[in-house]
C-alpha cells in the first residue's frame, strides 16, 4: 500500500532554469492536486486535476507554471524559468474521486522542497 | 469566503502538559469538512482528523481530542499529556465544498500553529 509518492524529495535549480516535480497518486486514485507551502506559512492550493483534465487551476500563477495528469504516469508540475520566490515545498495530494463526496481525506505525499539560488 | 484562522503561532509546553490548539473558520455553506494535520520536522502532511458539519460529537483519540463548536465555528484540538514527538506544525483545514461542475474539493488551510514540546 503505497502512499503518494513526490520525487525528487529536493530540487536545486538555478534562476531561470525549469523544475519538474512528480507525483504519483496512491493506487486506484485518479484525483490529484498540488499544493505549495511558502517558508513560514501554511499550504495554498494550487490546481486540482483528474486523469488527463484540469478541473480547477484557479491557484496556479498566471505565467511559467504548468500541471498535467496524463493517462499513463504521474502528474507533473512544471515550472518554468524558476526564480528565487518559486523556493517552497511542493505537496501532491490524491483521492479516488471527487473529495467533495468526502468518502477520503486527501492523502499528501512528502513533498518536494524547491530551492532556487 | 472560506477563511481558517490559527491565531497561535507558536506554543510551546513542558512534557506532560495538556495543550489545546484553536481553529476558527469561516463559511457560508452549511456542509463542509474540517481537517487537521501534522507536520512533523521532517516535513511530510500526517491526516489527523476529518469532521464533517452535521457531527458535533466531540471526538477522542488516544491523548488527542478534538471539540468541534459550531455555534463559535471552531474545531480545537487538545493534546493531553503532551510528549516531546507531537513538536510539529499542525494545520487546521476547511473543505471548499461546492455543487455540481463546481465541485473541487480543495482545502483552505490555516497558517499553522508550531507547537514545541519541551523534556
Known amino acids: 500500500n503505497a502512499g503518494v509518492m513526490q520525487n525528487p524529495r529536493h530540487l536545486v535549480r538555478r534562476r531561470g532554469q525549469e523544475a519538474r516535480l512528480r507525483c504519483s497518486p496512491m493506487?486506484?486514485?485518479?484525483?490529484v492536486y498540488w499544493y505549495r507551502q511558502l517558508p513560514e506559512e501554511g499550504l495554498k492550493f494550487m490546481v486540482y486535476?483528474?486523469?488527463?483534465?484540469?478541473?480547477?487551476e484557479s491557484g496556479m500563477p498566471k505565467e511559467r507554471f504548468s500541471a498535467e495528469f496524463p493517462k499513463e504516469g504521474p502528474s507533473i508540475l512544471r515550472i518554468q524559468q524558476v526564480v528565487r520566490g518559486d523556493s517552497a515545498a511542493y505537496f501532491c495530494?490524491?483521492?479516488?474521486?471527487?473529495?467533495?463526496?468526502?468518502?477520503?481525506?486527501?492523502?499528501f505525499g512528502n513533498g518536494t522542497r524547491l530551492t532556487v539560488t | 469566503a472560506q477563511k481558517v484562522t490559527q491565531a497561535q503561532t507558536e506554543i510551546s509546553v513542558v512534557e506532560k502538559e495538556d495543550v489545546t490548539l484553536d481553529c476558527v473558520y469561516e463559511t457560508r455553506d452549511t456542509t463542509y469538512y474540517l481537517f487537521w494535520y501534522k507536520q512533523p520536522p521532517s516535513g511530510e502532511l500526517v491526516f489527523l482528523i476529518r469532521r464533517n458539519s452535521f457531527d458535533e460529537q466531540n471526538e477522542i483519540s488516544g491523548r488527542y481530542s478534538w471539540n468541534f463548536q459550531k455555534s463559535t465555528s471552531s474545531f480545537n484540538f487538545t493534546i493531553t499529556a503532551s510528549q516531546v514527538v507531537d513538536s510539529a506544525v499542525y494545520f487546521c483545514a476547511l473543505s471548499e465544498p461546492g455543487g455540481g461542475s463546481s465541485n473541487t474539493g480543495k482545502l483552505i488551510f490555516g497558517q499553522g500553529t508550531t507547537l514545541q514540546v519541551k523534556p
Open positions: 486535476l483528474q486523469k488527463e483534465n484540469i478541473i480547477d
Open positions: 493506487k486506484g486514485h485518479s484525483h
Open positions: 495530494a490524491s483521492s479516488p474521486r471527487d473529495v467533495s463526496s468526502y468518502n477520503s481525506p486527501l492523502h
